[in-house]
């Protein structure tokens, strides 16, 4: 440095000059400083292999879970379709339980269906139980007034052994019709019973 009048600095008193002291004093700094950029260099280089680990660790454990998320999500996939194919089953196993039923169903209502139309309804058998009742009880009067003719004319017309042959023939004639009308009444009847029964 140049003094404000141009010259140059005077000396110090122990013998340095102010540019002596300056070069001593950037000497001093830079030996300083170099130890402190080694230092620094040396730090740095540490946080860098300390950051280098570190992002490995973070690398690793990324790497870690995304492969637990892709094979949590594969386990998940894996139980989903399992699970819908179990509803599936079960939906079908159900629809076809409920198709037997229904058939079940349907079957018995076609039998029910059938016995309405080939059985007789009570009206109509009360109708024709009283019609044939009706019948039975004419040809019973008409038979009583056969008989009550046939043993008049036989006693009238024949006497003795004769008569009373005549009259045992037409009587066993009358209860032969009345037996067979008896059984035919009978069989309806049990016909008619059976089939508003079964």
């Known amino acids: 440095m140049t003094s404000p009048t141009g010259h140059e600095p005077e000396p110090h008193p122990n013998g340095w000059s102010i540019r002596d002291v300056l070069a001593e004093i950037d000497k001093r700094n830079d030996a300083r400083f170099s130890g402190s950029d080694r230092l620094h260099e040396q730090r740095f280089a540490d946080f860098r292999t300390d950051a280098n ?5 973070y690398q690793q454990r990324f790497d870690a879970q ?7 999500l594969a386990a998940a996939k894996e139980a ?7 509803a599936d089953r079960a939906v079908t196993k159900a629809e076809l339980a409920s198709e037997r039923r229904f058939e079940g169903v349907n079957e018995f209502r076609a039998q029910l269906a059938d016995q309405a139309a080939t059985l007789m309804p009570r009206a109509e058998s009360t ?3 009283n019609t044939i009742n009706d019948k ?3 040809a019973v009067a008409r038979i009583d007034e056969r008989l009550s003719k046939i043993s008049e004319a036989g006693v ?9 042959a005549i009259i045992g023939d037409k ?5 032969l019709a009345i037996a067979s009308i008896a059984i035919s009444l009978i069989t309806v009847i049990v ?4 089939s508003t029964h079964a």
């Open 53 to 57: 680990e570190r992002d490995l660790r």
């Open 66 to 72: 995304e492969k637990a998320v892709r094979d949590a």
């Open 80 to 86: 989903v379709t399992a699970a819908l194919i179990a």
């Open 127 to 129: 109708l024709i139980l």
């Open 136 to 138: 039975v009880d004419v």
């Open 156 to 164: 009238s017309t024949k006497s003795g052994h004769e008569g009373a």
């Open 171 to 175: 009587w066993r004639t009358t209860m």
């Open 191 to 194: 016909v008619v019973l059976v």
